[in-house]
């Protein structure tokens, strides 16, 4: 089996392994009572999803550890230990999955019950995390800094790499985190997103990186399984910092970062929305862009249904990702 074709062929092994664990995972997370709590500033139709297990993150970021470890043992338990262009997205997906997974449990059992951690410590352990990831991808993995779409040769951003990776990497955490508001829609949108910087990385001949994208994409595939409506558990932000601050990584990794936000375009709008809406807000003194942000919550309080939304707004991010495809290696 070729390189490519086994990249593919893994996604199915991360989507049976991911289904097998699914069921006795929820049965834990039941047993344990982690469940969540919803905010009363969201439509009132959430509130029928009070105490759904959350955290589910970590019934695909498992398996995708597991099987990206057994496929990169050599280089991972070698004596190229901190060469290994493995580590760093493992490190990535752990540690936000880290800080996520506190948030998380601040909301369900902390002091800030029903709210989490606060945004400016969220923010901050963000930052200085993805500081040191973008130092590693700079100095240890020496990936691409950037590549024009016409140019088979890299640019070189010099230290200014550090400030722009590291921007992305927080950016896209949160903008996965913002998408992550309605069954079975952050889940199908980094399918897409990872399945195209999967399709990048065979295009250059980094089969290592494809096989990461395909064990995301069918880890992802076993856990829509359980999360497409109605929802047995909510990945909380446990998976979808990870999320988004591992396609950061791999986007980065591939030098094909430029654009990214059109590949990712639904996350980019949802967290748009966000900063929009609050923004206007304090400018305006109480006055509100949208019925409500991130944005998926404002097309609900307009009658659109759920399955609606998670169709629709997957269609947009596909022709999206399609789109910037097709620009990455224009010419």
């Known amino acids: 089996m070729s390189g ?55 019934m695909f970021l498992i398996p995708i ?34 800080i996520g997974a506190v948030d998380d449990w601040e909301g369900i059992r902390g002091p800030r019950r029903g709210l989490g951690m606060s945004a400016r410590t969220k923010f901050t352990l963000q930052t200085l995390v993805a500081i040191a990831i ?18 088979e040769v890299p640019l070189n951003l010099g230290w200014w790499y550090l400030p722009i990776a590291a921007f992305i990497i927080v950016a896209m955490a949160n903008a996965v985190n913002f998408t992550d508001g309605i069954d079975g829609l952050a889940s199908m949108i980094c399918m897409t997103m990872f399945g195209a910087y999967g399709i990048i990385a065979i295009f250059q001949g980094q089969v290592y990186l494809a096989r990461f994208c395909f064990c995301i994409v069918g880890a992802l595939a076993g856990f829509l399984w359980f999360n497409a409506k109605p929802a047995e558990l909510m990945m909380g932000d446990t998976g979808s910092q990870a999320l988004g601050a591992m396609l950061a990584v791999v986007a980065l990794m591939t030098g094909r ?3 990214l936000p059109l590949i990712a375009i639904i996350p980019v709008s949802e967290l748009l929305s966000v900063i929009i809406q609050v923004s ?26 759920e399955n609606q939304i998670v169709i629709r707004f997957w269609l947009i991010g596909f022709i999206g990702a399609m789109l910037g495809f097709a620009l990455t290696f224009l010419g």
């Open 65 to 98: 550890t597991i099987l990206t470890v057994i496929l990169n043992a050599v280089s991972l338990f070698g004596s190229r230990l901190f060469g290994s262009s493995i580590f760093v997205p493992l490190a990535t997906l752990w540690l936000f999955a880290l």
């Open 4 to 58: 490519s074709s086994l990249a593919i062929a893994i996604s199915g092994f991360s989507f049976l392994l991911t289904v097998i664990w699914g069921s006795p995972f929820i049965r834990l997370l039941k047993h344990l009572k982690i469940g969540k709590i919803i905010s009363m500033d969201v439509p009132e139709s959430h509130l029928a999803k009070m105490n759904t297990p959350t955290m589910g993150g970590l």
């Open 280 to 305: 206007y807000f304090k400018l305006t003194h109480g006055k509100r862009v949208f019925k409500k942000a991130p944005i998926h919550h404002h097309f609900e309080m307009l009658g659109w249904q």
């Open 257 to 259: 970062w430029l654009f």
């Open 134 to 151: 973008a130092y590693s991808l700079k100095e240890l993995l020496i990936v691409p800094n950037l590549y024009w779409p016409t140019s």
